[in-house]
């Protein structure tokens, strides 16, 4: 699945309003939550009987998936620094071939 910069972005908004650690929010990606909505789930203390967010993802992740912390967390800032890397060899290597198409056409003229 394709994280884009945007998505990534809304999760880190949703991390500090919603004061979720970054296994937390591993979770919650792994679980296909939205993060526009969390708000939705989250308890406003008004609600005696709903859960605090964090411990609500918890629950349904250990109900989910049989365990109770994610096999591997990387915090939101390094997935984006790893998507900058990533990016920047990939337009290195487009800039390669096209020199080398360029070198290869002109020496058949």
Do not use: C
């Not at 990534?8 to 679980?31: C, F, G, I, N, T």
């Not at 984006?80 to 290195?92: D, L, P, R, S, Y």
């Amino acid at each position: 699945m394709a994280m884009t910069k945007a998505i990534l972005e809304k999760w880190m908004v949703a991390q500090k309003r919603h004061r979720l650690s970054d296994k937390q929010v591993q979770m919650a990606r792994e679980l296909g939550l939205n993060p526009d909505k969390l708000g939705k789930i989250d308890n406003h203390k008004q609600e005696a009987w709903k859960a605090p967010l964090p411990q609500f993802i918890e629950s349904i992740y250990f109900k989910r998936f049989k365990r109770e912390n994610p096999e591997t967390v990387k915090p939101l800032k390094q997935i984006m620094a790893e998507m900058e890397v990533k990016k920047k060899q990939q337009k290195a290597k487009k800039e390669e071939r096209r020199k080398q198409r360029a070198l290869s056409s002109g020496s058949e003229e």
